[in-house]
């Protein structure tokens, strides 16, 4: 069941574009993928921005971009079978969505989490492909994961599944084909077990994986990137419109990686968040929420937000999770999953005022969430821009893993914010030369869909 009721039976129904051509591949991929509601809802945005670019070029028609970039080069699809603390044999089903290697080896998080299906991993594998275009880096399209559910198992089982998962997904990946990352559920511990996984059946220490710790060829600034990336994404966008974060009030969902780091930078620029939240419920401090407390929690004690209320005296705990767009606050990020803000809360929040909105989870908001923004005017950061800083970083690791030497923090960071400043300006500037000023979705979508389609353009078809 998902945790953010959104009716998905209807995406598609009321196409908003008119080209027929995106109108006949759409209803084609509708045809062919009726099961999978999030992937076709990825889709469809990215088609409603990119029609006067189509408009514009027909030799994108001639060929076949859109048939081409809606299909996937390849999804691996595979059983792990694991053995649980009491002897007991579990199965669960692992994935690999290879979507698009036209500007650099597939690049993607893995997400273990019971929720994750195809559909889920296109949408993700499918948004990849333009975030990480936006990036300026060399990397490609790709996603995976695991409906392993983590939550309540012993450190062992997380290491016999991550085991189980690697040994057959080493096959299919490598520094120059594959490079897997994090995303919900797959941290730091799981990237370990992965890793030493595919160093004994590869024998080879290389980068195939990012997010790797820093005595084993990590990088400085990944842990935090996505957060800090948010944020100074969402500072651009608010500098742009004379504004900034200081003093301002921000509601956080999520206390997960991104979450954690969104809340520790925009602290450090001086706003004063007050809330953040699990799958279980919301936490409100009017005094602020102390970023060093999620960690002690959730990454010292991998326990849930309820026990915030131990630490902080005026920290209040209300159970379930979308209440906490209810919230009043000037700045909303969205940093737990997909389809987590929907019309009736986008509604709430406009309502109460809120300026800015930039997402750090995947595509957190829904189609009409994202309407009521932008028709009241609310500043909004969508994903593939706002939450890139991640996959950057992890380019960055790449990048020093195949020169062999290692940044300092601050260069690190200092490279990050140049990249989402610069991933800022591409967007909003994109936007601007379709006639869409402000419009950040359709910046994002056209800005990191070009350089794509000419890479594909000039490699041929059968590439
Ligand atoms: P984590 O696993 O570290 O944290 C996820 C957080 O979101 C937890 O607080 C979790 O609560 C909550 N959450 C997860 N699923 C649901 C759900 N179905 N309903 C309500 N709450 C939920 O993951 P990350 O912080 O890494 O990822 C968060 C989001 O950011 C995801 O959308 C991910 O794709 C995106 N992202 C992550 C990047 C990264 O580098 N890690 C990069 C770019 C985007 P609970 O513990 O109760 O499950
Ligand atoms: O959604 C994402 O961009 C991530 N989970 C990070 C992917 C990566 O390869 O660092």
């Not at 699809?77 to 044999?89: A, E, N, T």
């Not at 990191?448 to 078809?461: H, I």
Request: proline share 4%; hydrophobic share 35%.
């Amino acid at each position: 069941m998902p945790l953010y009721p959104f009716n998905v039976s209807r995406v598609g129904e009321g196409m908003t574009f008119e080209n027929q051509y995106l109108k006949d591949v759409f209803k084609n991929l509708k045809e062919k993928n009726a099961n999978e509601p999030e992937f076709l809802q990825a889709v469809k945005e990215v088609f409603e921005s990119l029609e006067p670019v189509i408009d514009k070029r027909p030799e994108l028609q001639k060929a076949g971009i859109i048939e081409r970039i809606v299909e996937p080069e390849r999804i691996i699809m595979f059983r792990i079978s694991w053995m649980d603390d009491s002897g007991k044999v579990q199965v669960n089903r692992g994935y690999r969505v290879q979507f698009n290697s036209a500007i650099g080896p597939y690049k993607g998080g893995i997400r273990f989490h019971p929720s994750v299906n195809l559909s889920i991993l296109k949408f993700l594998g499918f948004e990849q492909i333009f975030k990480n275009s936006l990036t300026t880096l060399p990397i490609g399209g790709g996603k995976g994961g695991s409906d392993f559910d983590p939550k309540g198992k012993s450190d062992n089982e997380i290491m016999r599944f991550c085991q189980s998962f690697m040994t057959e997904l080493f096959k299919y990946i490598g520094p120059d084909t594959d490079v897997p990352a994090g995303d919900i559920g797959v941290g730091s511990r799981e990237i370990g077990f992965m890793f030493g996984q595919y160093k004994r059946l590869q024998n080879e220490h290389n980068g195939v994986l990012s997010g790797k710790a820093i005595h084993s060829g990590g990088s400085l600034v990944r842990t935090e990137a996505t957060g800090y990336g948010l944020c100074y994404f969402t500072n651009e966008m608010l500098k742009e419109a004379g504004q900034s974060f200081k003093d301002k009030t921000v509601v956080i969902s999520g206390s997960g990686n991104v979450a954690t780091y969104a809340c520790e930078k925009a602290t450090q620029f001086g706003a004063r968040v007050v809330a953040v939240s699990d799958s279980d419920g919301y936490i409100y401090d009017e005094s602020g929420i102390d970023y060093r407390i999620i960690k002690e929690i959730k990454e010292v004690k991998r326990g849930r937000i309820q026990t915030y209320v131990n630490y902080s005296k005026s920290a209040k705990y209300t159970r379930g999770c979308s209440g906490i767009w209810t919230i009043p606050c000037d700045i909303a990020l969205p940093c737990a999953t997909q389809n987590e803000i929907n019309k009736e809360s986008a509604e709430i929040l406009v309502k109460n005022k809120v300026m800015a909105v930039a997402e750090g989870a995947n595509m957190p908001c829904t189609p009409d969430a994202i309407a009521i923004f932008q028709n009241s005017k609310v500043l909004f950061g969508p994903a593939k821009a706002a939450n890139a800083g991640g996959v950057a970083t992890s380019a960055l690791e790449m990048c020093q893993n195949s020169t062999r030497i290692s940044w300092s923090f601050e260069e690190v960071d200092q490279r990050l914010r140049d990249i989402m400043i610069n991933i800022y300006n591409q967007v909003s500037e994109a936007a601007k030369k379709y006639n869409m000023d402000g419009n950040l979705v359709a910046g994002a979508n056209i800005a990191g869909f070009e350089k794509v389609a000419n890479a594909m353009l000039w490699q041929g078809v059968s590439y």
